[in-house]
């Protein structure tokens, strides 16, 4: 059996591949959209933090001989902490200006996390190896599944439907879904939403630093990972709908199949295909997939 | 009457001016010999090129005392961020405005025949030793500004492809790095297989820069050639080496071919996932005692030893400034000219000499990556399996394509 002249085994490898990609732009994106969501921030930052996120897990075994697992937690808590500080340190006074200013912000964030990853560690990339309980292959008999390939993608989507829980049927998720709708009258109810403000920022870099950790093994460990990927992983976000929890994750794991199979049927345009997918939908659905229109 | 006088005054600086101006054609242009390197400083190919090319040319100006006959020599860099028309930019401002002498250009192909166009524009010497592409001395040659130094595309496919075909590999699928290099890499390794009784079953392209190249290798699996063939560099190599392992392609028995690898990509790789590729250099740093002596000061100075396209920086930067040295100017045609009459032996070169077309013929090297066990440290990376004679490493002139050499 073949599906356009490509044989099934072949395609099945390729829609599972393309559903390891989209796992690392789900978590991403979903970073990004929650902080949007509250903040109203373009966090440009983002795949810089990813990229710290990978470093550090790399810096905790390197220096302390600290492993995978432990850093799995450790570096998005580290990461997270950090950014925190970014927030009430350089954000907050930029809280009632245009987004245009934290854009710029974050940006020039992103570049001095790289450039000072650059300097100290040059763009070779340093090695990370893969945990001994998730080494060798899983046998699919359509193709050959790294058994830390599958491990990505259980990994991610635990995390992604869990934030996806929190906010949708928690307290807290609620108050914080309040709080995008309207932030004063939140306040006027005797919530605190700087500190929720302050919390989720760090939260979703957090989310970045986990999916670097992620990517440690699977990429070199180099400062130039985040800006390969940064991107791409916005315009999932605006196809998913600006600051849709939902829209971030189905659009991240959708977006990972749509290149994955754009890479068998042309692959010259693999790396091109997700900003053709983000011209359409803005064109048929300006407001993204899942987005409220304004 | 006064417009009259302007005139004459005019007239009589531009007599005077005139001999000025046709000796400086003999002599070294500002009294200054300037040398530009555009690289890339920061992108996936800087580690193997970058900071380090700079070190090595700085070595060679040092060796030099710094000047020639009273001339200082002047050094600039700038990034080129692997964009043909920011490289190209960089060069007319540097000619337009800093009148300068002999541009050093690193790698990437794309940036490198760029260069090459506007270098033999301006008449200023350019020597290029990280570009792969054989297109410098073949289709885009310009043999009387335009010289390619440490390695070429032909070398690599000579090199690699034709000991791998030999041994029984013979079926050959590619993953390709979607620009002038890779093309040309491809294209090249390509005739060798099928010139050595090969064959060829597929290949794809895949866009530069990748960092998962699960999918294309997925797609060589499923091919069922005996090699995968990988005409890329840099973190393109490094990530699909590694991914290649981590697919478990080797242990389904196929093998890897990395037709470019370079020691920073052994370095970053590690001898784990590198060990057992083969591949073909220009140069090793432990390859003999002059090699290791100027790999150990280089080491000193850049933290690093040199790869192959740092060593030939620093050659061809130490050879233009000896033939400036022996011309007396810094003229790019008479260089040039000189460059071919000189031998090239040096750190780097061994049986070395400029060909009309602009290709620095050499010895190369074919190598083989050491198991962990075999390695004594950091740096020892490679068994020299044999020496490729220049003649039978490069494209002979007769098969070669440069116009201006074919007349």
Redesign the interface.
């Known amino acids: 059996m073949a599906f356009f002249d490509i044989?099934l085994?072949?395609f099945m490898?390729?829609l599972l591949?393309?559903l390891?990609?989209g796992a690392f732009y789900a978590v991403l994106s979903l970073g990004l959209a929650l902080i949007f969501g509250l903040l109203n921030i373009v966090n440009f930052a983002h795949g810089a933090l990813y990229m710290v996120g990978a470093f550090v897990a790399f810096l905790l075994l390197d220096i302390a001989g600290i492993g995978y697992w432990p850093a799995l937690l450790l570096a998005p808590v580290i990461v997270g902490l950090f950014g925190i500080v970014i927030e009430r340190l350089l954000l907050r006074p930029l809280a009632e200006l245009d987004h245009l200013y934290g854009l710029l912000l974050t940006f020039g964030l992103a570049l001095l996390l790289e450039g000072a990853f650059?300097h100290f560690y040059?763009?070779?990339?340093?090695?990370y190896a893969?945990p001994d309980a998730l080494q060798g292959?899983f046998n699919l008999g359509f193709?050959?599944l790294?058994v830390?390939?599958a491990w990505v993608i259980v990994a991610s989507l635990i995390v992604c439907i869990a934030t996806w829980l929190l906010i949708e049927k928690t307290r807290l998720g609620a108050t914080m879904r309040a709080a995008v709708e309207n932030a004063d009258l939140v306040r006027a109810f005797g919530v605190n939403v700087p500190l929720l403000v302050t919390v989720t920022y760090g939260f979703g870099v957090a989310l970045a630093a986990f999916a670097g950790v992620l990517a440690a093994p699977?990429?070199?460990v180099?400062p130039?990972?985040g800006s390969?990927?940064i991107i791409v992983v916005f315009a999932i976000v605006v196809i998913g709908g600006l600051g849709s929890i939902k829209g971030a994750i189905v659009s991240g794991f959708l977006l990972g199949v749509c290149e994955?199979l754009t890479?068998?049927f042309w692959?010259?345009a693999?790396?091109i295909v997700i900003f053709v997918v983000m011209a359409i939908v803005l064109i048929v659905r300006p407001a993204g997939l899942f987005g409220k229109a304004a | 009457m006064k417009l009259f006088k302007t005139m004459l005054l005019a007239g009589a600086a531009t007599a005077l001016a005139a001999p000025a101006l046709a000796q400086d054609g003999g002599g070294v242009s500002d009294d200054a010999v300037k040398i530009g390197m555009l690289l890339d400083m920061s992108g996936p190919y800087s580690a193997l090129d970058g900071q380090g090319s700079v070190v090595a040319v700085q070595m060679a100006i040092d060796e030099m005392g710094g000047e020639i006959d009273g001339k200082t020599i002047e050094l600039m860099t700038a990034d080129h961020q692997n964009k043909a028309d920011i490289g190209s930019n960089l060069a007319r401002q540097w000619s337009d405005q800093n009148n300068i002498d002999l541009i050093l250009g690193g790698a990437n192909s794309g940036v490198g025949i760029a260069l090459q166009e506007v270098t033999s524009e301006k008449n200023i010497a350019y020597i290029n030793n990280g570009a792969a592409t054989a297109a410098l001395t073949n289709e885009n040659c310009a043999p009387e500004t335009g010289l390619h130094w440490t390695y070429d595309t032909d070398a690599l496919a000579n090199g690699t492809a034709v000991a791998m075909v030999k041994e029984g590999n013979d079926s050959w699928y590619f993953i390709t790095a979607d620009y002038a290099f890779g093309h040309k890499l491809e294209e090249n390794a390509m005739e060798a297989v099928k010139a050595n009784g090969g064959t060829v079953t597929g290949n794809v392209r895949a866009p530069f820069p990748t960092q998962d190249f699960s999918s294309f290798l997925l797609q060589a699996q499923g091919s069922g050639a005996k090699v995968i063939g990988l005409a890329n560099a840099g973190t393109d190599t490094q990530n699909s080496v590694k991914q290649a392992q981590e697919f478990g392609i080797v242990q389904g028995g196929q093998k890897v071919a990395s037709l470019l690898l370079f020691l920073t990509d052994v370095e970053a790789l590690g001898l784990d996932a590198a060990q057992g590729l083969t591949l073909t250099t220009g140069f090793y740093w432990d390859q003999d005692d002059k090699a290791r002596e100027w790999s150990a000061k280089f080491e000193e100075k850049h933290g690093a030893k040199p790869t192959m396209v740092q060593a030939g920086m620093y050659s061809s930067a130490l050879n233009y400034l000896k033939a400036v040295k022996e011309t007396g100017t810094d003229e790019a045609k008479a260089v040039v000219a000189k460059l071919k009459e000189m031998p090239i032996e040096d750190a780097f070169s061994r049986n070395g000499r400029v060909r009309e077309d602009g290709l620095m013929v050499h010895d190369m090297f074919l190598a083989q990556v050491k198991t962990p066990d075999e390695s004594e440290g950091k740096w020892d990376y490679y068994n020299i399996v044999r020496t490729i004679p220049g003649d039978d490493a490069f494209r002979s002139l007769e098969d070669g394509s440069c116009a201006a050499v074919k007349g």
């Open positions: 044989p085994p072949v490898g390729q591949i393309g390891i990609n650059r040059g763009v070779s990339g340093e090695r893969i292959v193709m050959f790294p830390y390939r699977i990429y070199s180099n130039l990972m390969n990927i994955g890479r068998v692959p010259e693999s790396n």
